[in-house]
Every structure is written in structure tokens, then in C-alpha cells.
Nanobody
Framework: QAQLVESGGGLVQPGESLTLSCLAS????????ISWYRQVPGKVHELIGT????????IYHASAKGRFAITRTDAKNTAYLQLNNLQPGDTAVYLC?????????WGQGTQVTVSS
């Protein structure tokens, strides 16, 4: 059974950093592009960025450029989202998504709260 499990969220103060992880199982992780999204209650998912299956290209939403970074380690079936200089407006549930052709999987998300 395909599964994605996010971890690493928590409560941080403005200006701090976090690294989120997305651990995959039940499918061939290396063949899938991985995207990170975030969701605030009452709003649609906001795409943060996508790393290709090869890891050679990463595309970021304009709001994420310069502060967030997506990487992957296929040997560990894990993708990462580095969040830097976090601000209260970054408070959200962060989710990872794996996609290849017609196959798509979602994790349950991890909560990030930025507050002083």
C-alpha cells in the first residue's frame, strides 16, 4: 500500500527554521516527482514547489523562492522541505505529494505554527 508520511513540524518563533521530511513506502519513490503544498483552514492547497523524479530540477512557487528548499534522497525514500526565516504567515499544514503519470499519492500533513 502506497503511503507518504510527513514529519518535522512544530511550533517555532519568527525567524527560525525547520526541516520537514516526507517518507514514502509501498511504491517506487525514485520514479515520482515530489511536490510540497501547504494548507490553511478554509483555503485551497498552495503549491510550494516540485522536485523532479531525477532530482535535477526543482521549481518553486514565487512565494517560496529564496526561503524554502526542496531536496530528495532516493536511497532513503525521503523528500525534504527546508523552511527558513519562518513568519506567522507560514503557519499551515504542510503536505507532500508524489505524482507519476496517472498515479498520485498524498500524505496527511504536518502542522507548522510560527508564533512569538
Amino acid at each position: 500500500q502506497a503511503q507518504l508520511v510527513e514529519s518535522g513540524g512544530g511550533l517555532v518563533q519568527p525567524g527560525e527554521s525547520l526541516t520537514l521530511s516526507c517518507l514514502a513506502s509501498g511504491f517506487t519513490f525514485s520514479q515520482f516527482a515530489i511536490s510540497w503544498y501547504r494548507q490553511v483552514p478554509g483555503k485551497v492547497h498552495e503549491l510550494i514547489g516540485t522536485i523532479t523524479s531525477t532530482g535535477l530540477s526543482t521549481i518553486y512557487h514565487a512565494s517560496a523562492k529564496g526561503r524554502f528548499a526542496i531536496t530528495r534522497t532516493d536511497a532513503k525514500n525521503t523528500a525534504y522541505l527546508q523552511l527558513n526565516n519562518l513568519q506567522p504567515g507560514d503557519t499551515a499544514v504542510y503536505l507532500c505529494n508524489a505524482r507519476r503519470a496517472t498515479a498520485e499519492y498524498w500524505g496527511q500533513g504536518t502542522q507548522v505554527t510560527v508564533s512569538s
